[in-house]
């Protein structure tokens, strides 16, 4: 049905003030990051990302996220050995997750399988920050068991057990494949998760503290981001581009594909921002590691249509790749199919939801907005017999 509007509606600048899309508005504080558009720039509890990309774990950013401090080498080892002791997920979820249709997508797997989480935790309301951080510490370390499930399952595979002697990105790969690739692949994995953890007040971390905010739980919060993030807009935007790319095929046809998509108004995925106007803090990064991939596979074409693709957007739009531009082909040369892109989104981005989750808690307020209401005058309901 197409949107009504009362012909008799006259918007008031005045008293109207509508942000549409809620850009920029600002809605609350927080500590856990900050993104800077004028320097381009992107701070985890401080840190620059780039920084942290280069110099730490996965494991390390997720425990700055979840305590506000880098850890030391005891609390490291403490804090990986509970994650460890979490990964392996329950009869009741793997099941569940082997029934699905094989057609639906893993990122509709992966958020029933934290739905079933919630379901399996008797300590569900218990909202202390001893026990969040104990829910978030089991979301990290299964959701990755998850996603390496319904991989298997979705190729007729069994499921491989999650090792404890291995760190979250070489468990991912033995989970997938049953067996763990170069040491630079899973450095490049490493570094795309840390630069996907957290990002201030994007959607999905958005939606996940508006229900945090009605002190729902945080199950419910996880499942709520997933279902944001999935959307092409945001976190489905990754499996787009190289959807993108395999369509364009040859690097040699990528200025005019993308003049052709900029003739029809077409929007490209893995381009433009809404806080970002001059460049995506995290893709310098994730571009130099999506090029360590293109050199381990000795596999160039990907890179070229990148750079391609890039120079006429920059040039006729002045629009900047995100990070999804560089780790859409970074995933493909990693040996990933397209459909997980979004669902390894979500085993990174558990820390900043989980983050922003344990903040709204401490110190909350429901989130609750208005609208500007552009429908009929009120009027009086006919007897049924009476309407046309
Ligand atoms: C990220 C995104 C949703 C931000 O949306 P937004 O802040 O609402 O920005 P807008 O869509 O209003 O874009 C502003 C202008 O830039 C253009 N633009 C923005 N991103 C574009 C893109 N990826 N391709 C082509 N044009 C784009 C818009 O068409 C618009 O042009 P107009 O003023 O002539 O109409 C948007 O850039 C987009 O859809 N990008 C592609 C999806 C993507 O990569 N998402 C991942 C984000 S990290």
Avoid at 320 to 333: E, I, T, V
Avoid at 352 to 360: C, R
Avoid at 364 to 385: A, F
Wanted: charged share 25%; proline share 6%.
């Amino acid at each position: 049905m197409a949107e009504y509007i009362n012909p008799d509606y006259v918007p008031e600048p005045d008293k109207m003030n509508v942000k549409r899309g809620l850009e920029g508005a600002v809605i609350d504080t927080t500590s856990v990051s900050k993104v800077n558009p004028d320097t381009n720039s992107l701070i985890y509890r401080g840190y620059p990302v780039q920084d942290l990309a280069e110099q730490c774990s996965f494991e390390e950013v997720a425990y700055l996220l979840y305590h506000g401090e880098l850890p030391n080498a005891k609390q490291l080892e403490t804090f990986k050995a509970k994650e460890r002791s979490y990964r392996t997920a329950s009869p009741m979820l793997l099941n569940t997750i082997a029934a699905l249709p094989k057609a639906c997508h893993p990122m509709d797997a992966i958020r029933t399988g934290v739905s079933i989480m919630g379901c399996e935790d008797s300590r569900i309301w218990d909202a202390t920050p001893e026990v969040n951080l104990d829910k978030a510490m089991q979301l990290l370390a299964r959701i990755p068991t998850l996603v390496a499930a319904d991989y298997r399952f979705k190729k007729g595979l069994k499921a491989i057990e999650p090792k404890a002697d291995l760190s979250i990105a070489e468990n991912f790969f033995h989970m997938c494949f049953g067996k763990i690739p170069a040491r630079e692949v899973v450095r490049a994995f490493d570094v795309s998760l840390i630069l996907y953890a957290e990002h201030s007040f994007n959607a999905s971390t958005f939606t996940s503290r508006v229900v945090t905010s009605t002190q729902s739980d945080i199950y419910s919060a996880t499942v709520a981001g997933i279902g944001a993030l999935k959307g092409p807009l945001h976190g489905g935007a990754n499996e787009q581009v190289m959807h993108m790319m395999l369509e364009i095929e040859d690097p040699a046809k990528a200025k005019d594909w993308m003049l052709d998509a900029l003739a029809n108004k077409k929007k490209v995925m893995g381009f433009g921002h809404r806080v970002y106007k001059s460049g995506d803090s995290r893709v310098p990064t994730m571009r130099k590691y999506a090029q360590v991939m293109a050199d381990v596979t000795k596999e160039q074409k990907w890179m070229k249509m990148y750079d391609a693709l890039e120079a006429v957007m920059v040039d006729k739009k002045k629009i900047y790749p995100n990070l999804d531009f560089p780790a859409g082909p970074a995933y493909y040369m990693m040996g990933f199919e397209i459909d997980f892109f979004t669902p390894i989104f979500v085993m990174a981005r558990t820390t900043g939801w989980s983050a922003h989750i344990l903040e709204q808690t401490a110190n909350n307020r429901i989130i609750r907005p208005l609208s500007e209401y552009i429908g009929s005058e009120q009027r009086k309901v006919s007897p049924l017999n009476e309407r046309k």
